[in-house]
């Protein structure tokens, strides 16, 4: 099972909208409405930030909304904030008898 | 409140073996799935496997079969990870977490392990 694929780095400004991109194949993010994406600040432990590809859970704050199409999934985070700086990882459910496969992570700097 | 503590940072050499710990609380440790991440110096996160404590179901990553085992003792919540002969390639950040349908809802802190001679 090959990592899904993720832009290195992205950037913006504060007040800023990026988006991440995820992209796998029909075997995963493309087969079923199981993304989850997860924020991982330097030395931390990473934090669930979307699950089932645009749900947030309970305390993460609606500037970050996910959506799917195809075989590529995204993570949009609207209003850019300096706390938003951190990694990035998508991940997707790939069939009942695979493990989920994480994504290459993505670096969002706020300039 | 739901909790998994990890066992402390950990110094090997290569040859040995290890066992690491992550006890669960505030949940009922047997309906759901927990399971291992590692994540390397610099690098991304990689599912290792996961075990549901309730029956013992244990599945692992290709890339980790054969190279780690992953139990638990449900008597006292207790998930663990261990290997036999550590390699200086195990030298990693390894994340227990536990899992709601596929999203991983909790993580632990994280043990640091170390194999160097």
């Known amino acids: 099972q090959s990592a899904l694929t993720q832009p290195r780095s992205v950037s913006g400004s504060p007040g800023q909208s990026v988006t991440i991109s995820c992209t796998g194949t029909?075997?995963?993010?493309?087969?079923?409405?199981?993304v989850s994406w997860y924020q991982q600040h330097p030395g931390k432990a990473p934090k669930l930030m979307i699950y089932?590809?645009?749900k947030r859970p309970s305390g993460v704050p609606d500037r970050f909304s996910g959506s799917k199409s195809g075989n590529t999934a995204s993570l949009t985070i609207s209003g850019l904030q300096a706390e938003d700086e951190a990694d990035y990882y998508c991940c997707s459910y790939a069939g009942s008898y695979t493990l989920d496969v994480f994504g290459t992570g993505t670096k969002v700097t706020v300039l | 409140e739901v909790q998994l503590v990890q066992s402390g940072a950990e110094v090997k050499k290569p040859g040995e073996s290890l066992k690491i710990s992550c006890k669960g609380s505030?949940?009922?440790?047997?309906?759901?799935?927990i399971g291992w991440v590692r994540q390397m110096p610099g690098k991304g996160l990689e599912w290792m496997g996961i075990i549901y404590p309730g029956d013992s179901d244990t599945r692992y990553s290709p890339s980790f079969q054969g190279q780690v085992t992953i139990s638990a003792d449900k008597s006292i919540s207790t998930a663990y990870l261990q290997w036999s002969s550590l390699k200086a390639s195990d030298t990693a950040m390894y994340y227990c977490?536990?899992?709601?349908?596929?999203?991983?809802?909790?993580w632990g802190q994280g043990t640091l392990v170390t194999v160097s001679s």
């Open positions: 089932d590809v645009s």
């Open positions: 977490a536990r899992l709601v349908d596929t999203a991983i809802y909790y």
């Open positions: 029909s075997s995963d993010v493309g087969g079923y409405n199981y």
């Open positions: 505030g949940y009922s440790f047997t309906s759901y799935w």
